[in-house]
């Protein structure tokens, strides 16, 4: 087994690899690593095994737990953490490839998945922790190369949104009513909230059908329209660009691999 987690920080350069199945095989008394934020002191930080920035405030110095199952798989879970990570999967099976990695629900990790963790800094509009979980034990799912480039950029004043090609030239996307008001207002919400933030389904609901009482539309209403979104994008410039909203299972939206103007 070879698994490893490479880190990237938010400038999307490589911080550390580390190699899961060797650091449990070294030490016997443990079949876990905990991910967190590095204290100054070295006093709180004793049982961290992967170790984040001490200015990474919005890190929890035990934020995350992977443990290696008997099983032969990893899983990972929360500890508790004040803004706790999103795990996005390599491969969806229902178009819901977000998860938060909150409260007692643990995740399996498959090769190819990433952990988002939000930083306190922004760097060229990118504002997370990234790290990618490989093992080449399991089946290497089809998937793009990190770190990415921006794909996207949003004007918040026109209301336009620009897709960078691979030859780096910005193509103009305007989208119009209900798609319009759905896209200004995660991008409005990502840039007052962080990168990270995720509307909730009420909220979303709330600002595209506004005369309606909540209880008149549900998320199954807002998921035609997301598509629609990322469907748009994907026939006109191929599968090969991101979803530009990312469905996060169980809460809402995201904002996904774009800068905000």
């Known amino acids: 087994m070879k698994a490893y987690l490479t880190v990237y920080s938010p400038s999307g350069e490589e911080y550390e690899k580390y190699y899961l199945s060797t650091m449990i095989e070294a030490s016997r008394s443990k079949s876990s690593i905990v991910i967190g934020r590095k204290d100054k002191d070295g006093e709180f930080d004793k049982e961290t095994d992967i170790k984040l920035p001490p200015e990474e405030k919005l890190i929890s110095r035990k934020h995350l737990l992977i443990e290696l199952k008997e099983t032969g798989y990893f899983l990972v879970k929360d500890l508790d953490s004040t803004h706790?990570?999103?795990?996005?999967?390599?491969?969806?099976?229902?178009?819901?490839?977000?998860?938060?990695?909150?409260?007692?629900?643990?995740?399996?990790?498959?090769?190819?998945?990433r952990l988002l963790l939000q930083s306190k800094f922004s760097i060229e509009g990118n504002s997370e922790w990234v790290l990618c979980f490989s093992d080449p034990d399991q089946t290497d799912p089809s998937r793009d190369i990190y770190p990415p480039r921006n794909k996207y950029e949003y004007d918040l004043s026109s209301k336009i949104l620009y897709l960078r090609t691979a030859a780096s030239q910005l193509q103009r996307i305007q989208f119009t009513g209900q798609r319009l008001k759905i896209v200004d207002y995660i991008v409005q919400k990502a840039k007052e909230e962080g990168a990270l933030y995720i509307v909730p389904y009420e909220e979303l609901i709330s600002v595209i059908w506004p005369r309606e009482k909540f209880y008149e539309r549900?998320?199954?209403?807002?998921?035609?329209?997301?598509?629609?979104?990322?469907?748009?994008?994907?026939?006109?410039?191929?599968?090969?660009?991101?979803?530009?909203?990312?469905?996060?299972?169980?809460?809402?939206?995201?904002l996904n691999n774009c800068i905000v103007r």
Do not use: C, M
């Not at 706790?84 to 498959?110: C, M, Q, W, Y």
């Open 84 to 113: 706790p990570a999103l795990l996005r999967k390599a491969t969806s099976s229902n178009g819901d490839n977000i998860f938060p990695v909150e409260g007692e629900t643990p995740h399996i990790l498959k090769n190819g998945d």
């Open 218 to 254: 549900t998320p199954d209403n807002l998921k035609p329209h997301v598509s629609r979104i990322n469907k748009e994008i994907s026939q006109q410039w191929g599968d090969e660009f991101p979803k530009l909203i990312d469905s996060v299972h169980g809460h809402g939206y995201r």
